[in-house]
């Protein structure tokens, strides 16, 4: 009869968990390339339009008549976007764009950040229901505010300005759930603390619970920045004239001079998507950090 030493009982007791380990290892490799090959099919899907508005731009119009389906040209030319430049106001409208998109964005930060600092932190009556009524606002069309917003700017003389763009965007639901989402994962001895010292709310606010959200805050910045920027219907309502439109608008209204060349078309497209292709570039970790932080995953 053979009796087992304590150092082989041992071993034989390490080695038998190895077979389901490597298991799991194998499914998450698994699940790993599956996830892989899932998102290069999807960045395929968003980038093969891009290189085709690209390329088409950059083909001449009695090119693309003769083979619209080709990918590349022989003669490739910029006439498409001197065109554009020179036909239009494209230089002010990039300027519009970026005031009425900062300014929207800055106001945006500001007063959702502090509507959800006093829902995170406040005690008030009410607040539930308070912040309940905020969020059923996400239901709420954004056409079917139109036209009293409309009336409203063009009873107090605000249309054809930089306002009467700016203020319409600024309400935010999104913001103020994502700003409270992250003030509640701050921990409220912070704030305890600094009210049993004397602080105000209004200093926890500016020098404890903001420096705290970064995160939350570059989230919040880009994604009203580029809704703001891509905004096409107010805009066009609430400006007519060519001097303040912005860079939606303004395009839309060279297409319309052009008619349907589809050169013109792609280099609109391409010099619309421009700064947008930039900011994500730039501030891609931004992105993924804050969406992370907020829990919105």
């Known amino acids: 009869m053979t009796t087992l030493t304590p150092a082989a009982s041992r071993t034989t007791t390490e080695a038998a968990p190895s ?7 194998d499914s998450e490799s698994l699940f790993n390339r599956v996830t892989l090959g899932v998102l290069i099919a999807l960045a395929l899907l968003w980038l093969v339009p891009i290189a085709w508005a690209l390329a088409t731009s950059l083909r001449p119009p009695n090119d693309i ?15 498409s976007y001197q065109e554009i430049l020179s036909a239009g106001r494209i230089q002010y409208w990039y300027l519009n764009s970026f005031i009425t998109s900062s300014l929207t964005t800055l106001l945006a930060v500001c007063t959702t950040s502090l509507a959800a600092f006093a829902l995170s932190r406040l005690k008030f009556r009410y607040r539930r229901p308070v912040f309940l009524v905020i969020l059923a606002g996400v239901m709420i069309p954004p056409q079917l505010l139109m036209i009293p917003q409309f009336l409203t700017l063009q009873s107090t003389g605000m249309l054809n300005t930089y306002w009467a763009v ?5 309400p935010n639901v999104v913001s103020v759930f994502v700003f409270k989402q992250f003030f509640d994962g701050i921990p409220v001895e912070l704030t305890d603390a600094a009210r049993a010292d004397g602080a105000s709310w209004l200093r926890i606010y500016w020098q404890i619970v903001m420096p705290l959200s970064r995160p939350a805050i570059s989230a919040v910045t880009i994604f009203v920045f580029v809704w703001s920027w891509n905004n096409f219907l107010w805009p066009l309502l609430a400006v007519t004239d060519p001097q303040m439109m912005t860079l939606p ?28 292709l930039t900011v994500f570039l730039f501030f891609q970790r931004r992105i993924v950090e804050g969406i992370a932080g907020t829990g919105l995953k």
């Open 166 to 170: 700016i203020l319409p965007q600024v």
């Open 249 to 276: 608008v303004g395009l839309n209204s060279v297409q319309d001079a052009f008619g349907l060349p589809q050169a013109q078309l792609m280099a609109s497209a391409v010099l619309g998507a421009l700064p947008l």
């Open 65 to 79: 008549a003769t083979n619209p389906t080709s990918w590349v040209s022989d003669n490739p030319t910029l006439s």
């Open 19 to 25: 077979e389901p380990r490597r298991k799991r290892t």
